[in-house]
Structures are given as structure tokens and as C-alpha cells.
């Protein structure tokens, strides 16, 4: 898991992260701002506190997606669920929201609720880091009862309700958690 930056950046890095899932540009910027100083331009003067996360989260999206063929700028669910998977292993779950939820607005019945509590697993996780454990909790909670017993375009989500329950009863216990894998 890994922290958040200021919403400005977060937002800024978030829709280049995935623009590079389909476009050669964005991918070069993430691999210049993964790179000493390459954060320059993106950060105001006040700013260049952030610069080290900036860089890991730059870095770590560009090694997920880097083995990833570029994908159509509309990929269809199946694409989403795939590149959600490599940037969720990665750490870098608000970015998984953002792929998701487009495909989430769209959808109906069960597919929706397995995206809600995919979703509410990757920002549960996101709070974690961030250090919202109340949130982190909440939300993994009501993840773990979304995905229990359901399937998503033939993944089986139930390893990911238990760990997101497990999850959240460690943090109640005030112990550390360590991110599941996305269901595959």
C-alpha cells in the first residue's frame, strides 16, 4: 500500500497513470516522472515535499502497466478488471477506483454490486494507507459483504471478501494488514 498525495497531484497523476494504460505519451511521462527530479514541472514551489511519492507512484504504475499491451482508450470490462488487477498488486488502489467506477456507473445487478465492493476493497485499502483506519475498516467491511459468493466475468471473489473481513478485524485489533491479491 501506498499513501496518497494532495488531491491536485493525486488527481493530475491518477489520469496520466491511466491514459499510459492506452497511450505511449503518458507512459514516457510516468517513466520521466519515476526519475530524479522528473517531477519538476508538476510540483509548485510548495509542493516539492511530494516529490518522492510522486516518483514511487509514477514508478510503480509504469512497472504494472509496462508488460501490459496499450489498450483501447474504452476498454471493454474484461481489459479494465485486468489492468485494475496489476495496479491493485502494485499498491496503487485509488487508481483502481478510478478505472473501475466508470464500468460500475454503467452497470446493472450483480455486476454492479461486484464492482461496488471491488471498488470499496481498493479505497478501503487506499484509507489504510493514508492512515484512516475507521474508514479503512468501514469500508472493507462492506466490501467483504458485497463480494462474498459472487463472481465477476468468471473470477471467483470470495478469496478477496474473506481477506477484506480479515482485513478489517485486524484493524481492529490494531494489527498490521497486508493487501490481498486482486482476484485473477
Same mark, same amino acid.
Given at each position: 500500500?501506498?499513501?496518497?498525495?494532495? %488531491?491536485?497531484?493525486?488527481?493530475?497523476? &491518477?489520469?496520466?497513470?491511466?491514459?499510459?494504460?492506452h497511450d505511449a505519451v503518458a507512459r514516457d511521462a510516468l517513466a520521466a516522472l519515476g526519475t530524479a527530479g522528473g517531477a519538476?514541472?508538476?510540483?509548485? #514551489?510548495?509542493?516539492?515535499?511530494?516529490?518522492?511519492?510522486?516518483?514511487?507512484?509514477?514508478?510503480?504504475?509504469?512497472?504494472?502497466?509496462?508488460a501490459r499491451p496499450p489498450r483501447a482508450a474504452t476498454a471493454d470490462l474484461a481489459a479494465a478488471l485486468d489492468d485494475a488487477? &496489476?495496479?491493485?498488486?502494485?499498491?496503487?488502489?485509488?487508481?483502481?477506483? *478510478?478505472?473501475? *467506477?466508470?464500468?460500475?456507473?454503467?452497470?446493472?445487478?450483480?455486476?454492479? *454490486? +461486484?464492482? /461496488?465492493?471491488?471498488?470499496?476493497?481498493?479505497?478501503? %485499502? /487506499?484509507?489504510? +494507507?493514508?492512515?484512516?483506519?475507521?474508514?479503512?475498516?468501514?469500508?472493507?467491511?462492506?466490501? &467483504?459483504? #458485497?463480494?462474498?459468493?459472487?463472481?465477476?466475468?468468471?473470477?471467483?471473489?470470495?478469496?478477496?471478501?474473506?481477506?477484506?473481513?480479515?482485513?478489517?478485524?485486524?484493524?481492529? #485489533?490494531?494489527?498490521?494488514?497486508?493487501?490481498? &491479491?486482486?482476484?485473477?
Open positions: 500500500m501506498i499513501p496518497t498525495l494532495p %488531491l491536485r497531484l493525486r488527481n493530475r497523476l &491518477a489520469e496520466t497513470i491511466l491514459a499510459a494504460r519538476g514541472t508538476w510540483l509548485a #514551489r510548495d509542493e516539492t515535499r511530494w516529490e518522492p511519492l510522486l516518483s514511487e507512484r509514477a514508478r510503480r504504475a509504469l512497472a504494472a502497466l509496462a488487477a &496489476a495496479l491493485f498488486d502494485a499498491g496503487l488502489h485509488f487508481e483502481v477506483h *478510478e478505472i473501475l *467506477e466508470p464500468h460500475w456507473a454503467r452497470s446493472e445487478g450483480e455486476a454492479r *454490486e +461486484a464492482l /461496488q465492493g471491488l471498488i470499496q476493497a481498493a479505497v478501503g %485499502l /487506499q484509507h489504510l +494507507a493514508n492512515g484512516n483506519l475507521g474508514g479503512a475498516r468501514s469500508l472493507l467491511l462492506d466490501a &467483504a459483504g #458485497r463480494l462474498h459468493g459472487r463472481r465477476l466475468l468468471g473470477r471467483d471473489l470470495d478469496a478477496l471478501a474473506r481477506a477484506a473481513g480479515d482485513a478489517a478485524a485486524r484493524i481492529e #485489533r490494531g494489527e498490521p494488514v497486508t493487501a490481498p &491479491a486482486f482476484p485473477r
